[in-house]
């Protein structure tokens, strides 16, 4: 299997894939509830800290409920890469419209030490180095402040990616490692301790219980996955209808569940390197 790095400037021409995960996640998302602390938890630990910003925002509301969304605090700035995202952010808005900048989180033009709370949800494996985002996000975060880091385990999903991987093989397409091997749930700790003295890792774990085969459908084409297994349109239906047949034949086309997890960073005290 091919390792490429994928620019997310390509994934996220639109915002409809990700509001089709986030759909997913709010919609079917069961947690046990270990996880279900977790997410509370970190929650609580967020209410008190001030101001806060969120990398890499995307549509505003997190994949997970941790920590708050984009709409619920005056004290919160959002940044993202794509401007789509934040658009769609500023047209789905009631007053106030929160803050939104479009800016890298490689290089973000916010002065050290100016942040009670860091949120990087979900998108450091979209940094094609995520130590130099982490080594920014620990800059602009002040000694007493907190970062939170989410994301995926790489085992997440077997089912849809078995799947994946066999009807791609049939039908010769492209297959790449997964992307969050860049910053998972198994590698992360690793990636953070060496900008923050304490880093804490809590795991979290549910199934995506879809309805019917057209939600899981529907999910599996938002994926990047999906989209890079070949160029043409005409060969992305192929592989679409060719899954169809692989789901139902293993799941039937009742409810079928994606075992999902991955972890939550809690991370302080940031390295100072003068
Ligand atoms: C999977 S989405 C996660 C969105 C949201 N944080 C969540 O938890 O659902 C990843 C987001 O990170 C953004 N992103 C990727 N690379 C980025 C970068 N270098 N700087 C800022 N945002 C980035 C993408 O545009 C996308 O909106």
């Not at 984009?70 to 047209?91: E, H, N, P, Y």
């Not at 920014?136 to 994946?164: K, W, Y």
Request: with cysteine; proline share 5%.
């Amino acid at each position: 299997m091919r390792s490429q790095f994928i620019d997310p400037r390509y994934l996220y021409k639109t915002e409809s894939p990700l509001r089709t995960k986030v759909n997913a996640f709010s919609r079917y998302l069961i947690v046990d509830e270990a996880s279900r602390s977790v997410f509370n938890h970190v929650s609580q630990l967020l209410a008190d800290k001030s101001p806060i910003l969120d990398i890499g925002c995307g549509v505003g509301i997190p994949l997970l409920p941790v920590g708050p969304t984009v709409f619920d605090r005056q004290d919160f700035i959002a940044i993202d890469l794509s401007l789509r995202q934040l658009r769609s952010i500023r047209d789905s808005a009631k007053n106030p419209i929160p803050k939104l900048l479009q800016v890298d989180a490689i290089q973000m033009p916010f002065p050290d030490n100016s942040f009670g709370a860091v949120l990087a949800r979900h998108m450091l494996y979209h940094v094609h180095n995520p130590q130099i985002a982490i080594a920014e996000a620990a800059r602009v975060i002040r000694d007493d402040g907190i970062f939170i880091a989410t994301t995926n385990s790489s085992h997440s999903r077997p089912e849809l990616q078995d799947a994946h991987r066999e009807a791609v093989s049939e039908l010769g397409g492209r297959l790449l490692e997964r992307i969050s091997q860049v910053f998972d749930a198994e590698n992360g700790e690793h990636k953070l301790t060496s900008l923050f003295y304490r880093v804490r890792t809590l795991s979290w774990s549910g199934i995506l219980a879809f309805p019917d085969i057209s939600e899981v459908l529907e999910y599996y084409r938002s994926s990047a996955y999906y989209k890079i297994a070949f160029d043409s349109e005409a060969d992305r239906i192929r592989l679409l209808n060719l899954m169809a047949d692989i789901l139902i034949d293993r799941f039937g086309d009742g409810q079928i569940s994606l075992t999902v997890g991955g972890a939550v960073f809690i991370c302080d005290e940031p390295v100072r390197r003068d």
